[in-house]
């Protein structure tokens, strides 16, 4: 682990909905440049978590910052422009657009050409539409989609649909992605891509937040893990440290350790 500054860092975040509390006052640093996995059980806060970085939910309490920055009140737009993005555990896409527009719409308030410059050896800037069109043909590349720019939405199979979302975030040259369950609904091959494609995005600089279901997923992946249990933090370290944590057992098997439970049955209870 690095000692560098963490470039996302929640402190005592919490977001109520009425007497239910989904995310309870949670603490997390993200160190820049990691692949941070954020796991637990279905309903333990994950997406909110999400929800409360990315600008789409407004905290009930606590702070966020980003780069330095404090961010917690900005709307989605502006921490977009800082360089926060996410996907939704459900991809929220428009059916009638074509892939190609659909990434497009993720670069119309980004002419940056950052990471994605340095990346495809484009030039710094990259500001009119052949430009535009070209940073996003090899967004589509990047995801494996290339072949299909023209396709209508509604014409994609799930697991190019998720590769799109991924491809309409990176659009945006965020700094920071948060990804929702990208790999769930995915076939072993392509959920292997998805992991090469997360790799490379780390290896160019880039942090990335996953959450996800899949364990081998997270541990082949992931620097360190925080795990969300009933809204709040009960363990952050690296994988090996997590996995091993009696809490993070139990609230996975929902029993204690002694108890023989096969984790095979772990993985149907939050599948
Ligand atoms: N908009 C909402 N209104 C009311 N309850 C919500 C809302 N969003 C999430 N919740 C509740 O918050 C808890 C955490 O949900 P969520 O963050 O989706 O969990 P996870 O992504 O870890 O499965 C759940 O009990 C869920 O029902
Ligand atoms: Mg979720």
């Given at each position: 682990m690095s000692n560098a500054a963490p470039i996302l860092s929640l402190r005592g975040v919490t977001r109520r909905f009425g007497g239910l509390v989904a995310v309870r006052d949670v603490d997390l640093d993200v160190v820049p440049g990691t692949i941070h996995g954020l796991i637990g059980p279905n309903g333990a806060g994950k997406s909110t978590a999400f929800d409360l970085v990315s600008g789409v939910t407004p905290v009930s309490a606590g702070t966020i910052r980003f780069d330095g920055r404090?961010?917690?009140?900005?709307?989605v737009h502006m921490r977009v422009e800082a360089g926060i993005c996410r996907t939704f555990q459900t991809p929220r896409l428009?059916?009638?657009?074509?892939v190609l527009e659909t990434v497009l719409t993720g670069r119309h308030r980004h002419a940056r050409c950052g990471f994605l410059g340095s990346m495809f050896s484009l030039g710094a800037k990259a500001r009119d539409e052949a430009q535009q069109t070209e940073v996003a043909l090899r967004l589509l590349a990047l995801v494996g989609l290339d072949g299909e720019?023209?396709?209508?939405?509604?014409?994609?199979s799930y697991g190019a649909r998720r590769k799109l979302e991924i491809a309409r975030a990176l659009a945006t040259e965020p700094r920071l992605l948060l990804l929702d369950?990208?790999?769930?609904?995915?076939?072993p091959v392509e959920t292997e891509f998805v992991a090469g494609i997360i790799r490379r995005l780390a290896a160019e600089g880039m942090t990335i937040v996953l959450v996800e279901h899949d364990m081998r997923f997270i541990m082949g992946l992931c620097e360190r893990v925080t795990v969300l249990n009933f809204g709040a933090r009960i363990a952050d370290g690296p994988p090996v440290s997590v996995t091993g944590d009696e809490a993070v057992i139990e609230a996975y098997l929902?029993?204690?350790?002694?108890?023989?439970?096969?984790?095979r049955e772990a993985r149907r209870q939050h599948g």
């Open positions: 404090d961010v917690t009140h900005l709307p428009f059916e009638a657009m074509t720019a023209d396709t209508t939405v509604s014409g994609l369950e990208v790999a769930s609904g995915l076939n929902g029993r204690p350790r002694t108890d023989a439970t096969p984790r």
